[in-house]
């Protein structure tokens, strides 16, 4: 059974729409806090983070009132990236953390990631059984008067949030002598960002660190590396680190203005992490990676499983197969020694940590050689025409023509009302001609 509010990463949706609204967060906040209600291994405890939407100001309230009124005892942290959201859930020992986000949507888009006790994203089956209580009578889960929740704000998350982060290294690790640019794309990072690479010492040129609550991912950020290729070459730095709206994602620029993407970037931390005897197991990646990175796999003899699109997938497969790094060409990234989730910040530390002896960016990436690849996002009203018969015969129809030579991918979009078509190929016009025809069956 599929689920109805719930997507591939959370929820997520246009404020004020059907599932994005103060009476829906109400409800979220009451079935969540129920369910882990009556999870009594620990304290009654939720904390909430959010980035820097406007319409974050009007969401946190319902869902803080939904909680309180299952009986949750609340923590409000204000603007944190999602993994610190994460990190601290497991730290503080509390039953749930949520985040308000609509991750690299822009700022008229909102939603919530929730993460269990362990700081691990929510399973399909503990978010079907949320949704049931959602749809109950209020009500039935409204707590008693005497045992109504209370709510406090924790003023120092982000301080907290840059401690394990820089735990996680040697105490000797700094960043003096470099120069970093940082785009924070005017979301949940923009204060930690900055913060946290001027702590370890390093000279930075900060951008996408004035959020207004509309600016958020708009022509900034991992959504538009651009601005991160031409803020490096305009500073001459060692290095640039471009962070999405909730700073899960990252996406890297060399010393000479490269754009590295998540798989060039989940490439090199293998190559490492292999040649340290600290890589366990393989890699995990999903659909979404580029075949080149595959081919570049097996000569490396690292072991390469691919699982459905999102880090949450990415996660429950790296759990079962025992592995330490998974992630997206997007540029989620995890790094199963460090989180439980993609963290933009964790990854660009390691990737500094690789440079502290003097390597240039510019060595250390570009591993392998990407197999070119092509991703439309068609806007639709009803995601299910992928399924319709004419949809199915044009996918049909792309794959056997670009069989042996490539590979199609064609699906529905977890968090927007998109059909994504992707297609991987060194036969650039069979390629076109392919995505050409599913487009066809979709408009």
Not at 192 to 199: E, F, H, I, R, V
Request: aromatic share 8%.
């Amino acid at each position: 059974m599929s689920k109805k509010y719930f997507g591939t990463d959370g929820i997520r949706g246009r404020v004020n729409q059907t599932k994005i609204n103060g009476e829906m967060f109400f409800k979220f906040g009451l079935a969540a806090g129920t369910y882990f209600k009556n999870q009594k291994k620990i304290k009654q405890t939720a904390i909430i983070a959010k980035d820097t939407r406007l319409s974050g100001y009007t969401l946190e309230p319902a869902l803080v009132s939904g909680l309180t009124s299952a009986g949750m005892h609340v923590y409000t942290l204000g603007p944190l990236p999602t993994n610190g959201l994460a990190m601290l859930t497991k730290k503080l020992r509390a039953n749930m953390g949520i985040m308000i986000t609509a991750s690299h949507n822009p700022f008229y888009d909102n939603g919530l990631k929730l993460f269990g006790p362990d700081g691990l994203k929510l399973s399909d089956k503990i978010e079907k059984k949320i949704e049931k209580l959602i749809d109950c009578r209020i009500v039935k889960n409204l707590s008693e008067p005497k045992i109504l929740g209370r709510v406090k704000r924790l003023e120092d998350a982000n301080e907290r949030y840059i401690k394990i982060l820089v735990n996680n290294f040697p105490k000797n690790f700094s960043l003096k002598g470099m120069k970093i640019v940082i785009d924070c794309a005017n979301g949940a990072a923009y204060k930690s960002g900055p913060k946290l690479l001027k702590n370890l010492g390093a000279r930075v040129y900060e951008f996408g660190t004035t959020p207004n609550g509309f600016n958020i991912n708009d022509k900034c950020g991992s959504t538009f590396p651009n601005k991160i290729k031409y803020l490096v070459k305009k500073y001459k730095a060692h290095l640039g680190i471009s962070l999405d709206g909730d700073a899960d994602r990252i996406i890297i620029s060399d010393e000479k203005g490269n754009i590295i993407d998540g798989d060039q970037i989940i490439s090199m931390l293998a190559k490492r992490w292999k040649k340290k005897r600290i890589l366990k197991g393989g890699v995990i990646g999903t659909l979404m990676s580029n075949y080149g990175l595959q081919n570049y796999f097996k000569k490396q003899k690292i072991k390469f499983i691919r699982a459905n699109v999102g880090d949450r997938y990415v996660k429950e497969k790296m759990k079962k197969y025992n592995f330490n790094l998974g992630g997206e060409q997007s540029g989620h990234i995890i790094l199963g020694k460090f989180a439980t989730t993609g963290d933009g910040l964790l990854v660009a530390l390691e990737v500094l940590f690789s440079m502290r002896k003097g390597k240039k960016a510019s060595e250390l990436f570009n591993t392998f050689e990407s197999t070119p690849q092509i991703l439309e996002n068609i806007l639709v009203k009803d995601k299910s025409i992928i399924n319709s018969k004419r949809c199915r015969i044009a996918i049909k129809k792309s794959e056997k023509l670009i069989k042996d030579q490539g590979r199609m991918l064609v699906r529905k979009s977890g968090t927007e009302p998109k059909i994504r078509i992707m297609g991987e190929s060194s036969n650039i016009p069979l390629l076109k001609k392919c995505i050409n025809i599913v487009k066809k069956s979709i408009n």
